[in-house]
């Protein structure tokens, strides 16, 4: 399996994807907004693109749909519950997808930012996970366009939280820089993240950095809830905490913190 991380440059920070079976030549898109690039890569490349994977039903990852379509007549996948005109092949938990011969990758219901989320999980000796916008580089999607804090509460502990710490992250937009301050507003003594930041604010974001699980584990503070830090900062700035906080009440309330942060 080779993955082609595509920076589109644009105001989204989107980042698109195409998961490339070497064996065929065959190849998946992952929310190509930027159609062009996409087209243009993979045609340079001698790749062929047969399907296209929505992660979910905003905008900013099904743009490109129909120009791909046009151009390749790949078959489009999503969520089974998406509201995404012309799906070919609605996507439930624990579908595979097939790329060419040899690659598969294991579908997983993800909801949070939007109810009906895909991430897709690599059947590879190192997973990779293709997170849309469920998960982030040091951060978590937000919740308020469709979504909801609760479910992607239930999706970070219940499922990503569970996943191999070498699973490679690929997701769908470049928020690093600004979630590592984020991080580091909540969690101060946080060197790790405090050195990542440092590495990355200049970073080329046509090779940017692939975090991993384990990584995520230390710098991102929605998985960190359980860091006496992080608990001490939230009750200084919500006085009425209780004392002992679940790790449920921490990730809604750094939920909230992060949307008008």
Request: hydrophobic share 35%; net charge negative.
């Amino acid at each position: 399996m080779h993955v082609e991380q595509i920076w589109t440059g644009n105001a989204y920070r989107n980042f698109n994807y195409l998961i490339v079976c070497e064996d065929s030549g065959e190849a998946l898109a992952v929310d190509p907004l930027d159609h062009e690039k996409c087209l243009a890569v993979s045609k340079r490349n001698g790749w062929q693109i047969t399907q296209i994977l929505n992660t979910h039903e905003h905008f900013d990852h099904t743009g490109g749909n129909e120009a791909v379509i046009k151009a390749t007549k790949a078959k489009l996948l999503a969520h089974s519950n998406a509201r995404i005109e012309g799906i070919d092949r609605g996507l439930g938990v624990g579908d595979v997808v097939k790329i060419g011969t040899s690659v598969e990758l294991e579908a997983l219901d993800t909801p949070g930012h939007t109810m009906s989320h895909i991430c897709l999980l690599s059947h590879t000796d190192q997973p990779a996970l293709f997170c849309g916008d469920t998960l982030f580089n040091a951060g978590a999607g937000n919740c308020h366009n469709g979504g909801h804090p609760e479910e992607m509460y239930d999706t970070f502990v219940n499922q990503l939280a569970n996943l191999p710490n070498s699973t490679l992250i690929y997701p769908g937009h470049d928020y690093i820089a600004n979630n590592l301050e984020f991080t580091l507003d909540r969690e101060p003594d946080n060197v790790k993240a405090l050195k990542l930041l440092d590495s990355v604010k200049d970073q080329d974001t046509s090779r940017p950095l692939v975090s991993t699980l384990g990584l995520e584990k230390e710098i991102n503070t929605f998985f960190r809830l359980h860091s006496e830090t992080v608990k001490e900062m939230l009750r200084q700035r919500f006085p009425n905490l209780p004392a002992k906080l679940t790790g449920k009440e921490v990730f809604l309330k750094l939920r909230e913190l992060r949307n008008s942060w």
